[in-house]
Nanobody, 120 residues
Framework: QVQLVESGGGLVQPGGSLRLSCRAS????????MGWYRQAPGKQREMVAR???????NYPDSVKGRFKISRDDADYRVLLQMNGLKQEDTAVYLC??????????????WGQGTLVTVSS
């Protein structure tokens, strides 16, 4: 059984920073891509950061230069450093990992989400 658990969300003022963390646990054989999406009320789910096993990163224009993704493969962890937060960054942030469990095929696994609220 593979689980992803996020932490680090909360309330922050505009211009502030937060760091999100997500750790995968369970019977994992290999982790490939890891990343973060966000879901705001009334909006489509949006990819905000992705990092490959080789460390190649990808961001949409809406967060480029403000968000930075990193990973720690020894701990199956992915981090998202968010700086210069704006009200429009308010959303539930969900992490994912494309991985192969010890028994089974490669699949995407998702965390439960952590709420980020940017407000004065």
């Amino acid at each position: 059984q593979v689980q992803l658990v996020e932490s680090g969300g909360g309330l922050v003022q505009p211009g502030g920073s937060l760091r999100l963390s997500c750790r995968a646990s369970g019977s994992i054989f290999r982790v490939y891509d890891m990343g973060w999406y966000r879901q705001a009320p009334g909006k489509q789910r949006e990819m905000v950061a992705r990092i490959t096993k080789e460390g190649i990163t990808n961001y949409p224009d809406s967060v480029k230069g403000r968000f930075k993704i990193s990973r720690d493969d020894a701990d199956y962890r992915v981090l998202l450093q968010m700086n210069g937060l704006k009200q429009e960054d308010t959303a539930v942030y969900l992490c994912y990992a494309t991985l192969r469990p010890q028994l089974g095929e490669v699949n995407d696994y998702w965390g439960q989400g952590t709420l980020v609220t940017v407000s004065s």
